[in-house]
């Protein structure tokens, strides 16, 4: 069983900026395919950032030039940096991996095995 550990939810107001953590065990950030997916209720859960083991990074246009998605492979830790926040991305965020995920997949949730326990995001106006 791989553990997650999210931290660094909270609530901001917008326009603001929050980094999101995700520890996981020596050896899985370097060599794993991990996303940032979250889930707003009434909606379902949406991958909103994924990296590759090379460091390619994908995003939907929702967050695309406001979150950036990084890994420290030293720290066994990923990241999601959210800048420009707005009350939409409100929503319980989780970070998820897999051992390999096609590059086709990396956007769907289906393609990601182990997830965190989640960190709740409130963004006010």
């Known amino acids: 069983q791989v553990q997650l550990v999210e931290s660094g939810g909270g609530s901001v107001q917008a326009g603001g900026s929050l980094r999101l953590s995700c520890t996981a065990a020596?050896?899985?950030?370097?060599?794993?395919?991990w996303a940032w997916l979250r889930q707003a209720p009434g909606q379902e859960r949406e991958v909103i950032a994924a990296?590759?083991?090379?460091?390619?990074?994908l995003y939907p246009d929702s967050v695309k030039g406001r979150f950036t998605i990084s890994k420290d492979n030293a720290k066994n830790t990923l990241y999601l940096q959210m800048n420009s926040l707005k009350p939409e991305d409100t929503a319980m965020y989780y970070c998820?991996?897999?051992?390999?995920?096609?590059?086709?997949?990396?956007?769907?949730?289906?393609?990601?095995?182990?997830w965190g326990q989640g960190t709740q995001v409130t963004v006010s106006s």
């Open positions: 998820a991996t897999a051992t390999w995920v096609d590059s086709t997949y990396l956007p769907e949730e289906k393609a990601y095995r182990y």
């Open positions: 020596s050896g899985y950030i370097r060599r794993w395919y």
């Open positions: 990296i590759d083991r090379d460091g390619s990074t």
